[in-house]
């Protein structure tokens, strides 16, 4: 979408790179309509209100200003626009744009997101340190994510902890040998974030403050 150039292949020619030309706007009633990432940069997504739904004189009075002169009067006031300050990385981001980037999410990000909001973490069908541990052992929380996984049905193999473990750190993991409640000697371990600290990291990289539930 925002490459410079694109691919083009005539029909029994060669693929040649062209000039992207490309401004794209999507219409869609569907709840997942773009692959937006935690870090996008690309898509600004607005909810169209439904409180217009049936008021056919509303729309009737858009098609005659579109037949007399609405364009023009729209395309005059565009190129009078003073559009100098306009910087385009620097667009609103919306609720309708979290909603796209949360459907978005990898799995494990999901999963994050989920104890983020329920500000717990069920640990073999417990919760543990009433709720939030400050550290748990690798194969713990690693097999924490396993069972939601498994639950919630998701397709494919489990990540691994070499995979699991860099998602983590973008959240505010860390990962070392440390002591651990329950165990003897210090073992291969993760420092969890608090529930707050974690909630602020989803909101800096969606860039938007989410109205998460009461702690």
């Not at 978005?104 to 069920?122: C, D, G």
């Not at 651990?180 to 969890?192: D, T």
Request: hydrophobic share 40%; net charge neutral.
């Amino acid at each position: 979408i925002t490459e410079e150039t694109r691919s083009s292949e005539r029909k029994y020619g060669a693929i040649v790179p062209v000039k992207n030309c490309v401004h794209l706007i999507i219409a869609s009633n569907e709840d997942w309509v773009i692959p937006a990432e935690l870090d996008d940069r690309r898509f600004f997504v607005v909810s169209v209100a439904s409180h217009r739904v049936g008021d056919h004189p509303y729309f009737d009075r858009l098609s005659a200003e579109m037949d007399n002169g609405g364009p023009e009067a729209l395309l005059a006031m565009l190129l009078s626009r003073d559009i100098n300050s306009f910087n385009p990385k620097d667009f609103p981001r919306t609720q309708a744009r979290v909603s796209q980037q949360l459907a978005s999410l990898n799995p494990i990000e999901t999963w994050l997101y989920e104890l983020a909001e329920q500000a717990r973490l069920p640990l073999e069908g417990e919760v543990l340190e009433a709720p939030w541990p400050k550290r748990l052992p690798k194969d713990s929380l690693h097999g924490a994510y396993s069972r939601w996984r498994s639950e919630s049905r998701i397709v494919g193999a489990v990540e691994g902890k070499t995979v699991f473990t860099q998602t983590l750190s973008k959240f505010g993991f860390q990962v070392g040998k440390m002591s651990v409640s329950g165990k003897k000697n210090r073992v291969q371990a993760y420092s969890l974030p608090s529930v707050e600290v974690l909630r602020q990291a989803f909101d800096q990289m969606f860039r938007f403050s989410n109205n998460w539930s009461a702690i």
